[in-house]
Every structure is written in structure tokens, then in C-alpha cells.
């Protein structure tokens, strides 16, 4: 009650006091989102007998490229630039696969009628809610039955079953104006031409979050990669780097300079497509 | 929403080509189309091989002996199930301890989840500048998957030179003695994810009318009362989400301790994924694991299903 009654001069000096609270609250959580990042690049340029040394230092002295030069080797026994080169073509393959797959079944059920309509809405609703643990071993069966089993195909295609794809999209063809498609259908467009040449240029918006969400999803996949790849020529990143921290136990220079190629690309991602990924979050939430 | 889509769909008259007209009954009409269906269908196949038939196929591996290297996998029934529910069997103490670290983490990490990202979020919904840089800091740590975290946190919580003693003045065990390991986990799991949460009550507190704001200070309510009266209840639905998915996120750890702990001390911190996991794809008893995976399933079901209707009977009141 007292700040209701509070004079304007009293409130104003409240709210400068407040807002520098506010400040330092927020410089000082930044620190601790960012320090440990900032660590980690810098341990990766540490020769490794520095890395454990007290006190800790946050510019590495003298400047080392042992750690990356370790892994970045082509003799090396835990190949970087591969593991570097699979995520990339796993992740790249898998968001293609989504965002045909999911773009199309998802204008299906969004704009057309057909038998079983409504039973096959439900059906792919409701695996949203399945716990993804109980398909893990039937899964790995059914990837071997494939001969998939340490191939990157085992990391691309069972991924793109998930049902968030079509349902995102789903949402996003229901608010756009059906006049559109009827006024090309008066034209004589059929179905796939409206699909392609008004609906997906519509989408843009949707689609890029949808292909950033995917892609960064399989980047940072890592129970399931963790399994299904075994040889260190056909590991991802994620798998890679737990071997890494197998292999060189204490060697922090080396297992840090494996998570900062790791993390590069999906922080440059991060920065190019904040606003998508951001958007894509928060509306999920309130989707759901 | 999906049911609102359907009847909107519905109400429109559907044009030719589109598959059977709506309104109508299926069979008294004979256009039938194949466009829907040949949309349908690269999803559909994927649909069906990795997600539709691997649901009923665990089940029936969870009842055979199905073990991965053998060539002949026999049929036991509920032999899998019985087991875990029998003391002294092999796999009904090391599941039920599994299970325990799951509750554990999840009783600890969620409530810390669930307020500090919501406080986060309330600073953030002020206007001053910089807003979207703050909000992209807090945010970044989620966009490195757990492995890169997970080795950058057993670096950080070694004892002695990690950053954290160093900067705490202590020399803790923070990854092979209790209760430091379950410490360190919850809280590298909180700086992980706070952002992801607290972006999406960020969302939520843009939804709410400022209407609603400036009518409550007329009536002369303070700023606790206007948080308790005017944020709380806008802010539902979101919770509601942010609870169910933050459980859930918790109860499928892996990955940190899998990395950072490896399940120790003496199996301590080896969550029920990990376990199963482990008795399914290393040593592969599949049928044992599957199993365990519909029971742990179960839980996550039926704490879901609480939780909802907690939360929408609240929303009544």
C-alpha cells in the first residue's frame, strides 16, 4: 500500500534504485551464462600442463594449438574434422527430410478432407506424448534389421518420425487466408501447384524455424547416437566428444578444443537465427 | 486449437479435388482423390516404421528373453515384468535404484526450474535497453547440447583447479561423493536450461493485457498483490507447460550424468534412462529393458495426467 501513496519524487528515486538493481542482476547472470564458455576457449588454447595449473589464468600463456592440432590431425585416433563433417551432413539431411515430410502430410491435414481424417490427426497427436524411451529398444532392432547400425543413416531418418514438425506447420497453414488457394483454384491451379507455388513461399517464417529447431536438435542429439555408432570414423559430435573425454582423461587442452568445434556452428546458427529459434520456443509454449 | 482447426475446416465448402467433401457422409459422394494421400505419405511411411510399429513392437520384445547376441529370442510372458517387482532378482535393485535418482533429480531440479526462470523473466519483461541481448545470453548455454556441457562441467567441478572450487574457495568432490554429485548436477542442469524456460514465461507475460495492470493499480492494489492477482492467473497456462515439460525433461536425464558423474558414486546418480540404456544396448537384455522402459513410461504418464489435472482444477477455483 505505501507504494501506492508514495509521493512522484519518492517513486522516481525508487524506480533508478530499481533499475540498478536490475543492471546488476543482469550483468552479473550474464557472467555466469558466459564465463564458463569463455573458459572453455580459452583452456582449448592452453598448452595442457596450464590447465590444471593454480592460479587459474584466463589468457592462455604462451598460446598453444596443441589441443585442436591433437584432434585435427588425419592420423589422429579420435578424427575431429570427421566427426565435424558427419554432424553436418546428418543434421543438414535429417532437416530436409522434416521439412519436406512434415510440410506436406502437414497441408494435407490442415486444408484437405479424406477418410480417417480425424483417427489419423489423433493418432499423430498423441505419439507427442509417448515417452521416447519405450521406442529406443525397438528402434535399435529395427535400425539394425535395416543394416543401418553405425551409418549415418541410423542418425538421419528415424529422427524425422517425430510428430512436432507437422504439427507446428499444421498450425501455421490453418491462419493463412483460405482465399488464396480458392482464388488460383478458380484459375485451374491443382492441389500441387498451390501447394508449391502459394503455400510454401507463404511460409517462409515457419519453415526456417522449423529447419533451425531440427537442426540443432540432431546437432545435439546424444543418447541415441551414443548407441547406434560405435567406429571412430562414423561418430558425431556429440559421441565423439564423450570418447574424447575417454581417451584423454586429464587432457582438458584436448577434450575443451573438441567442445569449442562442437559448439561453433551452433552458436553461429544461434546468432544468425536468434529471432527464429527465440520465436520458435516461446511459441511452442504457448501452443501447448 | 487442433479441435477449432477441424471444425473451421469443416464449415467451408471444400473445393473439387480436395478428397470428400465435408458435411456430407464419406460414401454418398464420388470424388474421391488421391492428392491427400500421396501428401500423406513420405510422413506417413516414417510415421509407421519408427514410430507407430516400434510402440507395439516393444511390448512384445519386453516379453521374450530377447537378448541381442543370441539367435533365438524365447518367449517368457511377464517373466521381465515380475522381475523387477521381486527382491533379490538381478535387475529389481539396480532399476529401483535407478528410479530413485530419477525422483531425486526431478524433485530438486524442477522446483528451481519452475521459479528462478520465472524471476529471470520478470526482470527481463521490463523495458530498458539491451533487453534481447540479456535474454540471448541467458539462452545460449541451451543451444550446446548436453555433450558439450557435459565435458565442460566435469572440467569446471574437478577439485582443486576446477573454476568452481576456485572461485568458491573450496576443494569438494563435487563428482564421486555425496551429496556434492547431486548438487553439481542440478545445478549444471539449471544454468543449462533456465534460459529455454525462461524465454517461454517471457512469452507469457507479453500475452497479459496491460489493461489489466493499469485497472489493478487504480484500484490502488501494490505490486505484490498485482503480481498475485494479475501475473499469476495470466500466466496458466504457461505454467502448466513449464511444469509438465520440465518434469519430463528431468525425469529422461542422461546425458549429465552419463558425462559427469558416470552414474557414480556407487551407482548413485545412474538415472533410470541410463540404467536401462545400459542393460538394453550394452549388455543387450532388450527384453528386460524394454520392460523397464514401459514402467518408467507409466510413472511419466500418470505424473502428467496429475499434474494436468491439478493445475486445470486450480484454473476452476
Not at chain 1, 533508478?16 to 583452456?43: D, E, G, H, N
Not at chain 2, 573454476?163 to 542442469?189: K, N, Q, R, S
Not at chain 2, 492494489?221 to 520440465?246: D, K, S
Request: charged share 10%; hydrophobic share 55%.
Amino acid at each position: 500500500m505505501a507504494g501506492a501513496t508514495a509521493k512522484p519524487e519518492e517513486r522516481n528515486t525508487g524506480d533508478l534504485a530499481k533499475r540498478i538493481l536490475s543492471y546488476a542482476v543482469l550483468i552479473l547472470l550474464t557472467l555466469m551464462f558466459v564465463a564458463p564458455l569463455l573458459w572453455m576457449l580459452s583452456t582449448s588454447l592452453k598448452p595442457n600442463t596450464a590447465t590444471t595449473a593454480l592460479p587459474l589464468s584466463w589468457i592462455p600463456k604462451p598460446f598453444s594449438n596443441e589441443g585442436f592440432s591433437t584432434i585435427l590431425g588425419s592420423n589422429s585416433q579420435s578424427p575431429a574434422l570427421r566427426w565435424f563433417l558427419n554432424s553436418m551432413v546428418a543434421g543438414l539431411a535429417n532437416m530436409a527430410l522434416i521439412l519436406v515430410t512434415a510440410s506436406m502430410a502437414a497441408y494435407a491435414l490442415a486444408r484437405m478432407e479424406f477418410r480417417g481424417k480425424r483417427v489419423l490427426f489423433a493418432a499423430i497427436i498423441s505419439t507427442l506424448f509417448i515417452p521416447p524411451i519405450i521406442l529406443l529398444m525397438p528402434n535399435y532392432q529395427i535400425v539394425d534389421q535395416f543394416g543401418w547400425l553405425n551409418t549415418l543413416l541410423a542418425v538421419i531418418v528415424p529422427g524425422a518420425a517425430g510428430a512436432f514438425g507437422v504439427f507446428f506447420l499444421r498450425q501455421f497453414f490453418l491462419s493463412l487466408p483460405r482465399e488464396l488457394e480458392e482464388a488460383a483454384m478458380l484459375d485451374g491451379a491443382n492441389r500441387y501447384q498451390i501447394f508449391f507455388r502459394i503455400i510454401l513461399p507463404l511460409s517462409r517464417a515457419p519453415l526456417a524455424t522449423l529447419a533451425v529447431l531440427s537442426f540443432l536438435t540432431n546437432w545435439n542429439d546424444f543418447l541415441w547416437p551414443v548407441f547406434v555408432l560405435f567406429t571412430p570414423g562414423s561418430l558425431t559430435l556429440p559421441p565423439g566428444l564423450s570418447i574424447l573425454q575417454g581417451a584423454y582423461t586429464t587432457n582438458y587442452a584436448v577434450i575443451m578444443a573438441g567442445g569449442v568445434i562442437a559448439s561453433i556452428p551452433v552458436l553461429i546458427v544461434f546468432i544468425l537465427a536468434q529471432r527464429y529459434i527465440i520465436q520458435g520456443v516461446a511459441r511452442s509454449g504457448l501452443k501447448g | 486449437m487442433a479441435a477449432q482447426g477441424i471444425e473451421q475446416t469443416g464449415a467451408q465448402p471444400t473445393p473439387p479435388g480436395a478428397g470428400y467433401p465435408t458435411g456430407g457422409k464419406a460414401e454418398s459422394t464420388s470424388t474421391f482423390s488421391w492428392t491427400p494421400y500421396v501428401f500423406l505419405a513420405p510422413y506417413l511411411v516414417l510415421f509407421t516404421i519408427f514410430v507407430l510399429v516400434p510402440a507395439i513392437f516393444g511390448l512384445w520384445m519386453s516379453l521374450h528373453n530377447w537378448d541381442y547376441l543370441m539367435p533365438k529370442q524365447p518367449w517368457v510372458g511377464l517373466q521381465n515384468y515380475i522381475n523387477l517387482f521381486t527382491p533379490g532378482s538381478p535387475t529389481a535393485a539396480f532399476f529401483w535404484q535407478s528410479m530413485k535418482a530419477t525422483g531425486i533429480f526431478t524433485l530438486f531440479s524442477v522446483p528451481l526450474l519452475v521459479i528462478i526462470p520465472l524471476l529471470v523473466a520478470l526482470i527481463l519483461n521490463q523495458s530498458f535497453r539491451g533487453r534481447n541481448f540479456f535474454r540471448a545470453m541467458y539462452f545460449a548455454p541451451y543451444v550446446l547440447g548436453v555433450a558439450v556441457v557435459g565435458i565442460l562441467w566435469r572440467y569446471l567441478l574437478q577439485p582443486g583447479f576446477g573454476l568452481i572450487d576456485y572461485y568458491l574457495g573450496t576443494d569438494v568432490a563435487w563428482t564421486t561423493a555425496m551429496p556434492w554429485a547431486w548438487i553439481a548436477l542440478v545445478g549444471m542442469t539449471v544454468w543449462w536450461t533456465l534460459g529455454f524456460n525462461a524465454i517461454i514465461y517471457l512469452a507469457g507475460l507479453q500475452d497479459i493485457d496491460p489493461v489489466l495492470y493499469d485497472a489493478a493499480k487504480v484500484d490502488g492494489a501494490t505490486r505484490w498483490q498485482r503480481f498475485l492477482n494479475v501475473t499469476l492467473p495470466g500466466l496458466r497456462p504457461v505454467l502448466l507447460f513449464i511444469i509438465t515439460v520440465t518434469i519430463l525433461a528431468s525425469a529422461n536425464m542422461f546425458g549429465q550424468a552419463y558425462l559427469i558423474t558416470q552414474g557414480g558414486p556407487n551407482n548413485e546418480t545412474r538415472t533410470a534412462i541410463m540404467y536401462i540404456a545400459q542393460e538394453g544396448l550394452q549388455n543387450f537384455r532388450m527384453g528386460s529393458a524394454a520392460a523397464m522402459s514401459y514402467i518408467l513410461a507409466l510413472f511419466l504418464v500418470v505424473i502428467s495426467i496429475l499434474n494436468f489435472k491439478f493445475l486445470s482444477q486450480k484454473e476452476e477455483d
